[in-house]
């Protein structure tokens, strides 16, 4: 079992940026591939970034490519999000998860999730 805490969401004007921690407890950080997913009203969840076990590997999807940028630090079991040049298109609620594969990008092969952090873009 490995349980996840995301921190870091808020409200921001268009063009800003945050950045978004995801702390993992439990079995080896490691050992988890990461990604970042995102709900927003009405909508149906939908991936955003994943990095591999050793962050030799990451993906985005083609609405936040080059505005963000996933990364982890496995001595401190954290993954991040850097979100730059936030869009009001970006508000949802941010979801931090994990997959026992070494990479993935689809929200069914990850077996853990975390609680959720709002991010709201206002124009």
């Known amino acids: 079992q490995v349980q996840l805490v995301e921190s870091g969401g808020g409200l921001v004007q268009a063009g800003g940026s945050l950045r978004l921690s995801c702390a993992a407890s439990?079995?080896?950080?490691?050992?988890?591939?990461m990604g970042w997913f995102r709900q927003a009203p009405g909508k149906e969840r939908e991936f955003v970034a994943a990095?591999?076990?050793?962050?030799?590997?990451?993906g985005y999807a083609d609405t936040v490519q080059g505005r963000f940028t996933i990364s982890r630090d496995n001595a401190k079991n954290t993954v991040y999000l850097q979100m730059n040049n936030l869009k009001p298109e970006d508000t949802a609620v941010y979801y931090c998860?994990?997959?026992?594969?070494?990479?993935?990008?689809?929200?069914?092969?990850?077996?853990?999730w975390g609680q959720g952090t709002q991010v709201t873009v206002s124009s």
């Open positions: 998860a994990g997959t026992v594969r070494y990479y993935s990008d689809y929200d069914k092969d990850y077996n853990y």
């Open positions: 439990g079995r080896t950080f490691s050992s988890y591939a």
């Open positions: 990095i591999s076990r050793n962050a030799g590997s990451t």
